[in-house]
């Protein structure tokens, strides 16, 4: 379903394409889940560890794909929210174009240094090979990832954030079928895991695809809407590349913490893995409504309606703050108990440093939560290059700890090496907004009068 999110009170709109978004990210997390219990259950406690300790690197390759599809999708949905339905086509057009290009040079990058860079990670020689043997099908499987991000970004910046909740859920249920039939049937292993997730994504890609001729008109290409543009492309890139770029920084950081956590043995390994996806989980109802701010900010931009702008982030830091001090009161209080459903008693001996990751990250939650809301509406607001000092902020403060503190601290400082990076972004993108704000409503002036921007702060605040 199509929506225009320039129109209606921004509260309802906000939630009304969030949750879509919000049941989809905790259904892949689930997935996720049940993909390293299904490693544990059939194959053994080493090798989940194996396939939760390529996470971060998985997270470079996947955070890029989702970031630069991400950034293709803005100046889309800023044509939509200005109703120039030809521009948006051919800005679409351009988009997929693009990403086929990204998708062969990352594909043939990672997959010739999947290795090294396990090595590099200095991931346990015992779980080097359960690791490589995952992670190298799901590099060989980036354009799926890659065609499925694209497609469902282009949905979403038309306003369509149900549908790939739908195929999202389809093709869940296919990877747990298909995981268990290559993993505990065939007994392929972490190997089985990885193609299991490919198939299934695969097959995410078909249903978008048909979704898409059938039911958006508006992305289905004529041959004058699909030529190549070096002027649309640029613009395209100038979005993307930026995002891409940050989610790489950001996951560059979670690597190198990573390789820290690697010294310390298989069992810190795993318990680390473990914190990690409940922390994801617990992450996706902030991520998403910085997901849904991202696509509100642009439409709102391309519409000239500053005072929804402004109004949508207030109520969106206020909403994802409310959450991540409660997200923060359940880990801290009934993390033991969510991690022990995944460990079992194989895992009371990672559940110590679990725990102690819990109490130091949920504490700090709230730093997370206004990060994903300002980061993504910069990122709205077209200035997708700025929110790279952020990131590079993140890398900074994880870089700190990892070479400095670490050595001298021990597992202590990998506690707090997620929360020094989320405020010390924070720091940065507080002094970023607001002097976006400010300069994106001289534009808005400027294009559309300020009489107009005016009439829209006052429609809203009555």
């Known amino acids: 379903m199509v929506r225009n999110l320039t129109k209606g009170k921004p509260f309802p709109i906000i939630m009304r394409f969030c949750v879509p978004i919000l049941l989809g990210s905790v259904l892949q997390q689930l997935y996720n889940l049940l993909d390293a ?130 195929f999202l859920s389809a093709s869940c249920v296919l990877n747990i079928l298909v995981t268990l039939l290559f993993v505990a049937v065939f007994g392929w292993g972490t190997k089985g895991a990885g193609a299991a997730t490919i198939v299934s994504q695969a097959f995410a890609v078909t249903l978008c695809l048909i979704h898409i001729r059938r039911h958006h008109p508006i992305l289905r290409l004529k041959r004058a809407d699909a030529r190549p543009c070096r002027k649309r492309a640029a613009k395209l890139l100038l979005n993307g590349v930026p995002m891409a770029l940050q989610f790489a920084i950001t996951a560059i950081g979670t690597v190198i913490i990573q390789r820290a956590v690697n010294d310390f043995g298989p069992v810190v390994v795993s318990a680390i893995g473990v914190a990690g996806r409940l922390q994801i989980m617990l992450m996706q109802p902030m991520e998403a409504v910085g997901i849904t701010m991202a696509t509100f900010c642009a439409q709102n931009l391309g519409a000239g309606q500053y005072g929804r702008i402004k109004n949508g982030i207030k109520i969106s830091l206020t909403a994802v703050l409310i959450y991540s001090i409660a997200a923060g009161a359940l880990i801290i209080f009934g993390g033991g108990v969510l991690a022990g459903l995944i460990t079992g008693e194989e895992g009371a001996q990672a559940m110590t440093y679990i725990r102690q990751f819990q109490l130091v990250n949920g504490a700090m939650y709230w730093s997370l939560g206004l990060l994903f809301i300002m980061r993504n509406s910069v990122q709205g607001l077209g200035y997708s290059g700025v929110t790279m000092f952020a990131g590079v902020s993140e890398l900074v403060a994880r870089g700190v700890v990892a070479l400095i503190m670490v050595p001298r601290f021990g597992f202590d400082a990998v506690c707090f090496a997620n929360p020094s990076a989320w405020l010390l972004a924070d720091v940065m993108l507080v002094v970023m907004l607001v002097v976006l704000l400010r300069r994106v409503k001289r534009k808005i002036a400027n294009k559309f009068g300020n009489g107009v921007n005016n009439v829209q702060e006052v429609e809203f605040q009555q």
């Open 37 to 166: 219990f299904i490693v544990r259950r059939y194959v053994g406690l080493a090798e989940m560890g194996a396939v939760l300790s390529t996470g971060p690197l998985n997270f470079l390759v996947i955070g890029f794909v989702i970031g630069l599809c991400a950034g293709f999708s803005i100046p889309v949905a800023k044509s939509f929210g200005g109703g120039d339905i030809p521009e948006t086509r051919k800005r679409a057009a351009n988009a997929l174009y693009l990403c086929g290009l990204f998708a062969l040079a990352m594909t043939a990058l990672m997959v010739s240094f999947a290795r090294p860079l396990l090595v590099i990670m200095q991931t346990p020689a015992e779980t080097l090979d359960a690791a490589y043997n995952y992670i190298i099908v799901i590099f060989a499987g980036i354009p799926a990832f890659m065609m499925y991000n694209i497609l469902v970004a282009l949905m979403r910046a038309l306003g369509d954030s149900k549908t790939p909740l739908y």
